[in-house]
């Protein structure tokens, strides 16, 4: 009988520690600013989703060693939700109500399901790389963040890399562009810009959904090898990439004819393809993978050296990992910006985090004081810009190691900013939201 | 022509591939009646086993010899799968004993979860390698037959070929050996089969074994091909619209219900998919099993259940 129930406590137990919330951290008190981490540790994404939530939580550590934001410590809960999108908006319902006062939720379908619930909640959503390319328009999406770039900034480097290698936008004419892509809002969101430029330019855009998880592809590469297309772009996530990876070493498609995301240009994705992937090339949300910057330094130093990294020590600096760190650091920045104007060593709400998010000014200067020389350039945001950069960098895999480039192209910010207005407008009216005017976002 | 032909080699490969996973569902199904939904799992489990086990011996012998780290790793994963099948045996199934297949098709989901976390938390959740020395550049043929060729991929074709031979060899288990009638006894009457002193429990016992060193194979074959990582419990997905149009109860059903599967998902993407905007593969190889289904419910190969009242 004793056996029974100290069974049925240790199965009480174990069930606790393995429910969907992994509680690494929690302890939101009084005068902490607390940070809800979503992250996929488990699933078909583990292997992507935790090189960027070490890098997220480590950040915050990172932070707290140095003192923390004017004193304010940060505090952070961990909760898994496997990249589900039913799975992310409990998360995202739960932790609400700990103190969140900044969500970044790392998948596109959970940002569009939690895009109507932000405004209602006032709390600020920071999707750097991913999200709804139209919420850079601040003005309609008062509480999306799309920081560093969205879709649309990659799609249009993408092709003014290829035209660049092909001799000018005018070569483009008559070549064909495959697009292979994850079959859910994420993979989609390029399309409309690439069919934009193809009209512009005269390219054929050829459209290849693959479905998730993406480890079928064989049908998608005999059609690649039927229609011999002059590049591919990959637009990827997870085993997705390294799979097509495989399947154009397979088919025998060059791989310097293939151009990925920024989310298919990390260490996971190529790791286990080798020399197979040398010459595969992947647009950089500004870093590639940086192990010799100050601010990587400085974790092995002043986290991990003293036991408490998240994660291996031998990951820190790795691309995902840097991604991680990188979208922690503007949350913070966030929060350090919105002291500025509501009072410092205070802790800040979500409608103040997301003035200082609006508001952010991370020049060159400040961000080399920050460790990140090299590894980023300036971010400004306004009210009518919630992005804040669109600067990328191509690296290269040599089969073995990414290699940054040195070239950066920014996206063409005409093009750009009339489809954003376009669509956010559209949106506005779908959803009735009136446009904040120039005055009210100086309020 | 030439890429017709291509599209169905390639379709036909994949489908052996899909086979070997779909006899895994089939060799549980008749000795047991168990409808095995950790199949996907057990290929998980075994191949994160296999590429762990194969790093750590290859880092024990100094990286000196691959081929010796690959066949230590190949027992130790096997050995791996008999614990799991006796921990079936002796803490799920010998206690379920005649309850419904409903139930058991849950508790089967309830091992699918505990394997997919058991195997994360023991191996890991990153990706790992297995190198088995699959080849991964293609060969050209028939170049002048048709224009361009026609291009073989010689990873998919030596598994393919490993996949059949399985097949053959499992074939012939059942057929020749006396565990192979004993665990068809089994599946004809469980009652019958324990009245003539039949072992029951170490029949399924043997029976999961099987089932797991094929789920090991297919792991090694799927995990050098796509890398190990978690994606591969998504396989047996594959293989669930091959056993509902092979039927769940015939090795040869597995066999050529893969083929068709494999063969009709190709050809349909690549020529179907375009006119409604691609990825189409996976839904259509549910509608072409539930097509045959209105003919045949048994499935192609299944048996036709008659009850009398």
Known sequence: MKFRALALAAAVSAVGLTSATVSTAAFAQAKEQFFPVLVYRTGAYAANGNPWANGYVDYLKLVNAKGGVNGVKLSFEECEFGYATDRGVECYERLKGKGATVFQPLSTGVTFALTDKAPVDKIPLVTAGYGRSESQDGSVFNWNFPLLGTYWVGADVAIQHIAKQAGGLDKLKGKKIALVYHDSPFGKEPIPLLQERAKLHGFELMLLPVAHPGVEQKATWLQIRQARPDNVLLWGWGVMNSTALKEAQATGFAREKMLGIWWAGAEPDVKDVGAGAKGYAALTLQHSAEPNSKVVKDMLEMVHAKGQGTGPKDEVGSVLYMRGLISSMVAVEGVRKAQERYGKGKVMTGEQVRWGLENLNLDQKTLDGMGFAGVMRPVQTSCLDHMGSSWVRIQTWDGTKWVPGTDWYQADEKLLRGMVLNASRKYAEEKKITPRTPEQCKQ | ?309
């Open chain 2, 1 to 309: 022509m030439g890429f017709f032909i291509e599209t169905l080699i390639g379709g036909l490969m994949a489908g052996m591939l899909y086979s070997l996973v779909a006899l895994g569902f089939v060799l549980i199904f008749k000795s047991s009646g168990v409808f095995n939904f950790a199949q996907g799992a057990m290929v998980l489990f075994a191949a994160l086993a296999m590429a762990r086990f194969s790093e750590w011996a290859n880092a024990a012998l100094g990286g000196n010899s691959l081929f010796l780290a690959n066949l230590i790793a190949f027992v130790g994963a096997g050995a791996t799968m008999w614990l799991v099948a006796w921990a079936v045996e002796r803490f799920v199934l010998r206690k379920l004993v005649n309850q419904e297949g409903a139930t058991l098709l849950m508790v089967t989901l309830g091992i699918t979860y505990i394997l997919e976390g058991v195997g994360q938390t023991i191996f890991g959740s990153e990706i790992y390698n297995i190198d088995v020395g699959m080849p991964k550049e293609p060969v050209m043929m028939f170049e002048s037959l048709f224009e361009g060729g026609i291009l073989i991929n010689k990873e998919d074709f030596i598994a393919a070929l490993i996949a059949a031979l399985l097949v053959g060899l499992l074939t012939l288990f059942f057929q020749k050996t006396p565990v192979g009638r004993a665990l068809r006894a089994v599946a004809d009457d469980h009652q019958a089969a324990l009245s003539i002193g039949i072992p029951l429990n170490r029949i399924w016992v043997i029976v999961w074994l099987v089932a797991g060193v094929v789920a090991l194979v297919a792991g090694i074959i799927w995990g050098s091909k796509l890398g190990v990582q978690f994606s591969l419990a998504t396989v047996a997905l594959r293989a669930l619209p091959v056993v509902i149009l092979g039927g769940l109860t015939s090795v040869p059903g597995a066999i050529v219900g893969g083929l068709i599967i494999g063969v009709g998902e190709k050809l349909s993407e690549v020529y179907l998919g375009p006119m409604v905007g691609g990825g189409i593969e996976i839904w259509f190889a549910y509608v072409l099993a539930l097509v045959v289904l209105l003919f045949r419910p048994q499935g192609l190969f299944g048996e036709k259940i008659i009850n009398r009242v």
